[in-house]
């Protein structure tokens, strides 16, 4: 399936602020955000169209997984030995994970994480 282009939408501050507040008031002990550098997302861009985000766990923490994906709505993956599936590995793709977690590594004025 051709990956959208024009995947995403903008919203206003207030969407936003309603958005990230609703999953505060129900997940009060989740990550809030991640902060990615901006070096590592261009690294993890380079020759993607777009970008993937899965929700995955770490021994009961939620953590990301950032993909680059195709023009085709393929992950650009490494290759691996043992996966299965049909993405197609990408010489010199990478993954991403890890980021700096909020909270603790937090903007204390953004009505996004208060």
Request: one cysteine or more; charged letters at 25%.
């Amino acid at each position: 399936m051709e990956a959208n282009n024009k995947a995403g939408k903008p919203i206003d501050l207030k969407q936003a602020i309603k958005l990230t507040k609703e999953f505060r008031d129900k997940n009060p002990k989740a990550t809030k955000a991640e902060f990615y550098s901006l070096d590592e997302l261009n690294s993890l861009l380079n020759g993607a169209a777009g970008l993937r985000i899965y929700y995955g766990a770490d021994n009961g923490q939620s953590k990301l997984v950032l993909v680059g994906v195709d023009k085709d709505g393929r992950d650009l993956l490494p290759a691996a030995e043992g996966t299965t599936g049909q993405a197609v590995p990408a010489v010199g793709s990478k993954l991403l994970s890890d980021g700096q977690p909020c909270p603790t590594v937090c903007d204390p004025n953004s009505p996004l994480s208060n």
